[in-house]
């Protein structure tokens, strides 16, 4: 892969403060317009006032943009016409033109970039966050997918991380009981590493590595001889878009993506200590045998084995109702200051999450109540059992699990899937061990080449 360019994408005081100004005033005339709809009688949630966050976010793109993406994956949190203009930010961003992909291309592979390729598609087939896709044709005839990094996009996260750590900061001042800090450390350091389009290659291989055996999971394979830190050619996967494949599809089809997809994301951590952290629903797309290709790998984390030890531990502790050991779980987890006070805190939350793993019987996720209208009313509980006693400081490892445990699970009551989730999560938790995983988690990394990247 090419060296790093610095002098196109190095980021820099005037260009982050462009970034300020940009979003500054987008989200000022985004307020303004929202307040004058109000006052004629529309409402803040309306589908004028959705398609103006998806066009402003769509604009600003980077971090900022995958707050809609993941609002978008949270059915009944919005109304439905709501959240579907959110939803159209996961794979139809507003796209860059071809002067844009002509002159970054030439950046990336030089001069002569296209005769390097059979064919090149210069309208992109899809656009996210931090980049769009392309679709191109090798020269041995492979179908591939081209990801094309945005240009200052360094400028654009550091602005946008500046900005998420201040109002971390914010909360950490209006409610002491709950230290963020870990949690600012945990985002940066994330964001920041899916800017490095080699990294991802190297994420991708792990994938590979990791989900072999699992016939019902396609990961893309990166193609290194086209690829840089900010161009990410692959295969290209055949696959139909998640909502388009799975509404009113029959359980029986809806129950072949869920196992797929829970697979796809349990398998990798209770085996190997690693997490896809951005589990959104424009990740996926379906087979027509209704497994799934899993894409963007940008945000993957990987675990100590011991911190992964105590989510197991976690959940047998629940299993048991072992206040005890649920304590020891949170303290292998990584929560300092671990005692019978911040477990009982927690477990309102952990309760909550583990319940379809702890239910040995086929069921939904949501088993008939709507975990969008009971996860409110659990979050307030917290929140006011948080305010009681010492601070809480969740370790940066708690950060990553939570996200996708939020993504997985919109994407399992999206399908209405009826499954026993719990066998499915003890037959990929068997015989477990930490010094397995460990063992498991280092010959993977070393097969993906990912040792001198991953700490």
């Known amino acids: 892969m090419s060296d790093k360019k610095p002098d196109e994408e190095a980021s820099s005081f005037g260009r982050r403060l462009q970034r300020y100004a940009k979003t500054t005033a987008g989200i000022g005339g985004l307020a303004s317009r929202t307040a004058g709809r109000m006052l004629f009688g529309g409402a803040l949630t309306d589908v004028a006032t959705a398609a103006d966050v998806a066009r402003l976010l769509g604009r600003l793109r980077g971090p900022a943009m995958k707050i809609a993406q993941v609002a978008g994956s949270l059915p009944d949190v919005f109304p439905p016409e709501f959240a579907a203009e959110l939803a159209t930010l996961q794979t139809n961003a507003p796209p860059m033109g071809p002067a844009f992909v002509r002159r970054r291309m030439a950046a990336e592979l030089g001069p002569d970039w296209q005769s390097k390729f059979k064919s090149f598609d210069m309208v992109p087939s899809a656009a996210a966050s931090l980049g769009q896709v392309h679709r191109a044709v090798a020269k041995d005839g492979r179908a591939l997918a081209c990801k094309l990094q945005y240009p200052d996009m360094q400028s654009a996260?550091?602005?946008?991380?500046a900005q998420i750590q201040t109002i971390l900061s914010l909360q950490r001042t209006a409610v002491r009981a709950f230290d963020t800090s870990e949690i600012a450390l945990e985002v940066a350091e994330r964001v920041r590493e899916e800017l490095d389009y080699e990294r991802e290659a190297g994420n991708m291989?792990?994938?590979h590595a990791m989900l072999d055996d699992a016939a019902n999971i396609s990961v893309p394979e990166p193609i290194a001889a086209l690829s840089t830190r900010r161009l990410l050619t692959m295969t290209w996967l055949d696959g139909t878009p998640f909502r388009r494949a799975v509404d009113d599809a029959p359980l029986e089809r809806r129950n072949a993506v869920a196992q797929a997809l829970y697979t796809a994301w349990w398998l990798p951590l209770c085996r190997y200590g690693v997490i896809h952290g951005d589990a959104h629903l424009g990740n996926y797309s379906v087979r027509q045998d209704g497994g799934i290709n899993l894409f963007d790998f940008g945000c993957v984390r990987v675990y100590a084995a011991n911190e992964v030890a105590g989510f197991i531990d976690l959940y047998h502790a629940l299993q048991a109702r072992d206040e005890d050991a649920a304590v020891k779980a949170y303290a292998r987890w990584g929560f300092r200051n671990a005692d019978r006070e911040l477990a009982s805190k927690l477990n309102e939350w952990a309760q909550f999450v583990f319940a379809p793993v702890l239910d040995d019987r086929e069921r939904t996720?949501?088993?008939?109540?709507n975990?969008?209208?009971a996860g409110p009313q659990r979050i307030w509980a917290l929140k006011q059992r948080l305010g009681e006693g010492?601070?809480?400081?969740p370790p940066r490892s708690f950060?990553?699990?939570?996200?996708?445990?939020v993504g997985l699970g919109a994407a399992l009551i999206h399908l209405k899937a009826k499954l026993n989730w719990h066998r499915l999560f003890v037959e990929m938790a068997k015989d477990f061990s930490a010094d397995a995983v460990a063992e498991r988690q280092c010959n993977v990394l070393l097969a993906a080449g990912l040792d001198h990247l991953h700490s």
């Open 365 to 369: 996720i949501g088993d008939g109540v």
């Open 371 to 373: 975990p969008f209208e």
């Open 205 to 207: 291989r792990l994938f």
């Open 390 to 393: 010492s601070i809480v400081r």
């Open 157 to 161: 996260v550091d602005a946008d991380i």
């Open 399 to 405: 950060v990553f699990v939570a996200r996708a445990l």
